[in-house]
């Protein structure tokens, strides 16, 4: 494992090194985001913002923090990993905001915020007298991005929301699995980490309006909007064929063959979405009568006809293993790959060619695999850090670089 991790940092420093253009500064750098989120959700987001540069302090309950700092894996010094690969690179402060020292500390920290993010239920914001309306008054510039459960308004907005309710209740659990009497969860949380990417591409689109009339935007995002806008054609076809659509394990609901299918030695996924890549296939499997076969010669009879496709398909691809198959599929130009696990994805070639895992270090210099950002701008990838802060630790050097203070013990924790 250390071999894979050097190799993994080797390519992803080369990946990033800094241009030695000195106008290729980081994309967000001098942007000034005030995250007040916690778990997830909005630590996505200003994850995403503070790999491509932005200067971001997170605020923190005293002593206690981020309750995603108790959420394993743990590191032998008892540090949460969980925490650090979502907010490495962030600053830290310590702020009860119920305190009137904090509450002022906190006020001049929003005078200079270019943004604020939070995830706290709806009202609560307003309630510490800190809601985008009251913020604006000191600095009409400001956006403004919530991100929630079920959004701002609405008969849902007071509910708790995590992950899993949210991926049953938007229908993407519905449509996940084998089956529709055992429906499964997505094996990330996927409707927290689209509401992030979703609140990050709101809060972007809000300072380039802001480019413009000078003045901020509130952002409302929800994860069960964000969810549903993900499901792709699902609601189409529900509207179309009046039929809920049901789990339907690794297949397409309109492309045949785009699943896996059995090899001699475990199984391979194959995408045949076109005439040309079929009789490709078919080709490559030794049957090219199967291209022409009446219930199989077009898309749609395929895909009316998919069980038999399956096992057609299937007694052919048993006879060779995985890699056999990949080779041949690939020589044809067909598209497939193997069914990884994770050990075989930070050993993937293309991935660790790309720079896309990095080693993250805790403040007790232990270091652990995370992934890096995926976005490429003119063949560099962000420099992202790879600390994560310990609760209120940056408390001084924030005050300093924001307020120009060069000491305030009162937000020390």
């Known amino acids: 494992m250390d071999n894979i991790r050097e190799l993994n940092v080797a390519n992803a420093q080369s990946m990033s090194a800094a241009p030695s253009d000195a106008s290729k500064a980081a994309p967000l750098a001098g942007l000034k985001v005030l995250d007040l989120t916690r778990v997830l959700a909005g630590p996505y987001c200003t994850m995403i ?179 549903v806008a993900i499901l792709e054609n699902a609601i189409a076809r529900f509207d179309v064929t009046g039929k809920p659509p049901e789990p339907i394990g690794t297949r397409h609901p309109s492309i045949t063959p785009f699943q896996s299918f059995p090899t001699r030695d475990g199984a391979i996924v194959i995408a045949a979405g076109n005439e040309g890549l079929w009789t490709k296939l078919c080709d490559v499997l030794g049957a090219p009568e199967l291209a022409t076969h009446p219930q199989l010669a077009t898309n749609a009879l395929r895909t009316e006809h998919q069980p038999l496709l399956e096992n057609l398909v299937s007694i052919r691809t048993e006879t060779q293993t995985t890699q056999e198959w990949l080779v041949q599929m690939s020589a044809a130009g067909i598209p497939c790959g193997p069914i990884q696990t994770l050990d075989q994805v930070v050993n993937d070639e293309q991935l660790v060619a790309r720079g896309m895992f990095r080693q993250l270090t805790t403040a007790a210099n232990e270091t652990f695999l995370a992934a890096a950002s995926p976005i490429r701008i003119d063949g560099q990838s962000p420099e992202i850090a790879t600390r994560a802060p310990e609760i209120g630790q940056d408390a001084n050097e924030v005050l300093s670089r924001w307020l120009g203070k060069t000491t305030n013990t009162s937000v020390e924790r």
Not at 195 to 218: H, K, P, W
């Open 49 to 227: 913002l503070s790999d491509l540069g932005a200067d971001v302090v997170k605020i923190e309950r005293p002593n206690s923090g981020d309750e995603a700092r108790g959420f394993g894996p743990f590191l032998p010094s008892g540090a949460s990993a969980y925490f650090a690969s979502l907010n490495r690179g962030k600053s830290s402060m310590a702020l009860d905001l119920k305190v009137d020292s904090d509450r002022e500390t906190f006020l001049r920290l929003a005078r200079q915020a270019d943004v604020l993010v939070e995830n706290f239920r709806p009202g609560v914001m307003e309630s510490l007298g800190f809601g985008p309306d009251q913020l604006r008054e000191i600095n009409p510039r400001l956006v403004f991005a919530s991100a929630s459960g079920f959004g701002q308004t609405g008969p849902y907005r007071n509910r708790p929301a995590y992950d899993v309710i949210i991926q049953a209740m938007s229908g993407l659990m519905s449509i996940t699995g084998h089956s529709a009497d055992q429906p499964a969860r997505v094996g990330a949380s996927i409707s927290d980490i689209v509401t992030g990417m979703f609140t990050a591409i709101g809060i972007l689109a809000a300072l380039r309006q802001r480019d413009q009339t000078g003045r901020g935007s509130t952002l409302d995002i929800a994860m069960l909007d964000s969810t």
